[in-house]
């Protein structure tokens, strides 16, 4: 049983607060922490932050500390951890409020983790095959690594409007070969960087992919391709853009240089402007998949695109994770895949039921990180467990990146010869 439940305030890879909790049974010490990320909108669960300009420039996580220590420990000293519904369902309905912000979804996150593990150990399995059994699903997936390469959006300084540029290594045998040929690109793409952009292009974003100079995305793809090129892999790697375009939505334009200074105005694109430019990409490069390639509330154009076909449209702030988005998407046939971001729902419980949600609709599924993150690599059991074919944790590079690859590499070698790699088959 849970003998109990202590929480304390760390910080993330961006230097910023966030919650980490030690959950006790008789079996041990379980410990998980909250992410954090740079989109957050009125749709998903809220990080409950002190705001004390003082302290932190506000962002401290007392409160939802001693949420923890305060009330969440004394309601689930003395339960079972290998009920986690049950364990969830407890501090959803202390909170009371939809969007968790009365306890803090960063509070209630760590501690449905931390149960998570407990619930494993306690059940004498490995945490992966622990979410398998939670979620009724029968066999277990190593997914495609969905590597960031070049980082742009508010997860970088330079101009480049699209959040980041993707690999897929969907031609290995296996996920330890998926990491190879990643890491091999990103040196690649190192020198080839340095080589036009000079050394400081080199510099990296919030999730470790280079942050060269460039402002079209265009420019950047060819960096990518010509990276590829030298690793002798081609076909064997696919590419991904996150663009994430609610950060540059203007009205009912786009602003592909909304990071330039002093701009002319001149890059200011329509709905229909950007489907053309989608288009001309997939056709010109191997894209297969692009996340968020319009505004969140810009449906009829997110709508049209995904009916073109022309590769994978995943929803992240379009879905938030959130069910009742993730229904009207499935409904509208507004994208084919979910980006999955546990701390936006807050709970595994409601992260293995949107998952659910997502596949009954013949969906795609891509479990994310967040862009401030910790070493807690929760995320690679839960795509094991749940069987996502996709994750995406930032490069293949960073501690807190690494984490979540590394974490991988373990439970593939754990699983031996009953590790399937899905490889080719990630869209299925
Ligand atoms: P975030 O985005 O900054 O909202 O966490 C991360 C991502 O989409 O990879």
């Known amino acids: 049983v849970i003998t109990k439940v202590k929480a304390r305030q760390i910080l993330d890879s961006r230097g910023m607060p966030t919650v980490e ?23 998903e669960a809220i990080d409950l932050r002190d705001g004390e300009k003082g302290t932190y420039l506000g962002n401290g ?13 004394v309601a689930l000293v003395g339960m079972d951890p290998t009920l986690q519904s049950q364990i969830d369902q407890v501090m959803i309905d202390l909170d009371k409020a939809e969007n968790k912000s009365e306890l803090g979804a960063n509070a209630i996150l760590a501690v449905s983790i931390a149960a998570c593990k407990a619930g494993a150990a306690e059940k004498e399995v490995p945490l992966h095959k622990h979410i398998a059994d939670l979620s ?11 590597f960031t390469l070049i980082s742009g959006g508010k997860h970088a300084g330079n101009n480049l409007a699209i959040q980041e540029i993707m690999i897929l290594p969907v031609g290995s045998k296996t ?9 091999e690109t990103y040196h690649h793409l190192k020198a080839v960087i340095t080589e036009t952009y000079g050394a400081h292009g080199c510099n990296v974003g919030e999730d470790g ?15 990518v391709q010509k990276a590829i090129g030298k690793t002798g892999y081609n076909e064997k ?40 430019m989608y288009k001309e990409l997939c056709a010109d490069y191997p894209i297969v998949s692009i996340e968020d390639p319009f505004d969140k509330e810009d449906w009829e154009h997110v709508k049209y695109f995904s009916g073109l076909g022309l590769c994978q449209v995943v929803g992240d702030d379009l879905l938030m994770s959130n069910p009742k988005r993730i229904e009207r998407a499935i ?18 419980t409601e992260a293995i039921e949107v998952v659910k949600m997502a596949k009954d609709a013949q969906w795609g599924v891509v479990i994310s990180q967040r862009s401030g993150e ?10 094991v467990g749940l069987a996502t074919s996709q994750i995406k944790a930032g490069a293949p590079c960073r501690g807190e990146r690494l984490a979540k690859y590394n974490q991988l590499l373990r439970i593939e070698e754990e699983l031996g010869d009953q590790a399937v790699y899905i490889s080719e088959k990630w869209r299925n």
């Open 374 to 383: 910790t070493e807690d690599s929760f995320i690679s059991d839960l795509s």
């Open 209 to 223: 992919g280079f942050t060269p100079n460039i402002s079209s995305l265009r420019d950047g793809l060819d960096l």
């Open 237 to 276: 790697i696919k590419i991904a853009v996150g663009v994430s375009a609610t950060e540059f939505c203007i009205g009912t334009k786009y602003d592909l240089d909304f990071k330039t200074p002093n701009k002319s105005g001149q890059n200011f694109k329509s709905g229909q402007d950007m489907i053309d």
């Open 175 to 183: 996920f330890e070969e998926a990491l190879q040929m990643g890491s």
């Open 61 to 73: 996580v007392n409160r939802a500390v001693n949420n923890i220590n305060e009330k969440i420990s």
């Open 21 to 43: 909790v030690d959950l006790h049974t008789n079996k041990g010490m379980f410990r998980a922490s909250s992410p954090s990320g740079v989109s957050s909108g009125m749709y």
């Open 331 to 348: 409904q509208e046939n507004a994208c084919n895949a979910l980006l999955l971001k546990v701390n936006q729902i807050g709970t595994v």
């Open 136 to 146: 009724g699903q029968t066999s277990l997936l190593l997914p495609v690594p969905v």
